[in-house]
């Protein structure tokens, strides 16, 4: 079975910075490219990072491209979301989820139940 | 970046209703578009990938069409469990991006 989940959410200042971490297990981790999407309260959703299964490729959002870096440790069936400059804006539930490949394009196949992260004063 | 606008914002439905959702990008995305459901503070879950192709385990009154820039989620006959909020993605490029939502209400 499939799980993910997800740590490391809080409340930080703004300016601050956070690691968010998916534990993976149910499947081979390495295998699979990994996305982070959030969704800040009472509003939709957001893609944020992806990171391909070996790690060598990584994409973001125009909205966090030089604040926020995505990893993964295959050895740890872990992702990670490094969050800098953190603002209000980035108030949000942040998912993890397992991609889904056809084509070559992927989409976000199983989702975690997803941290909060508060930024705030 | 690709733009998703999904209508209506709002359905409202009831049970054994057809219901039909629609999202439109703002350029060809050929067929690389998810539906995806979400229901009130729990994760969204995949119901359909490549525009039509249904995910292990939805059930068949899910259905999904179109390719290029317009795009249909249909379900046949609402059912109590399908009230809950629609997201279309685009995932022909990075960055992915979503549709605003559909909200569909019970009648």
């Known amino acids: 079975e499939v799980q993910l989940l997800e740590s490391g959410g809080g409340l930080v200042q703004p300016g601050g910075s956070l690691r968010l971490s998916c534990a993976a297990s149910?499947?081979?981790?390495?295998?699979?490219?990994m996305n982070w999407v959030r969704q800040a309260p009472g509003k939709g959703l957001e893609w944020v990072s992806a990171i391909s299964g070996g790690g060598g490729s990584t994409y973001y959002a125009d909205s966090v491209k030089g604040r926020f870096t995505i990893s993964r440790d295959n050895s740890k069936n872990t992702l990670y979301l490094q969050m800098n400059s953190l603002g209000a804006e980035d108030t949000a539930v942040y998912y993890c989820?397992?991609?889904?490949?056809?084509?070559?394009?992927?989409?976000?196949?199983?989702w975690g139940q997803g941290t909060l992260v508060t930024v705030s004063s | 970046d690709i733009q998703m606008t999904q209508s209506p914002s709002t359905l409202s439905a009831s049970v054994g209703d057809r219901v039909t959702i629609t999202c439109r990008a703002s350029?060809?995305?050929?067929?690389?578009l998810a539906w995806y459901q979400q229901k009130p503070g729990k994760a969204p879950k995949l119901l359909i990938y490549?525009?039509?192709s249904l995910e292990s385990g939805v059930p068949s009154r899910f259905s999904g069409s179109g390719s290029g820039t317009e795009f249909t989620l249909t379900i046949s006959s609402l059912q109590p469990d399908d009230f809950a909020t629609y997201y279309c993605q685009q995932y022909n490029s990075y960055s992915e991006t979503f549709g605003q939502g559909t909200k569909v209400e019970i009648k």
């Open positions: 490549e525009a039509s």
């Open positions: 149910g499947f081979t981790f390495s295998n699979y490219a």
């Open positions: 989820a397992k991609s889904g490949c056809s084509g070559g394009s992927c989409y976000s196949r199983f």
């Open positions: 350029q060809s995305i050929s067929s690389w």
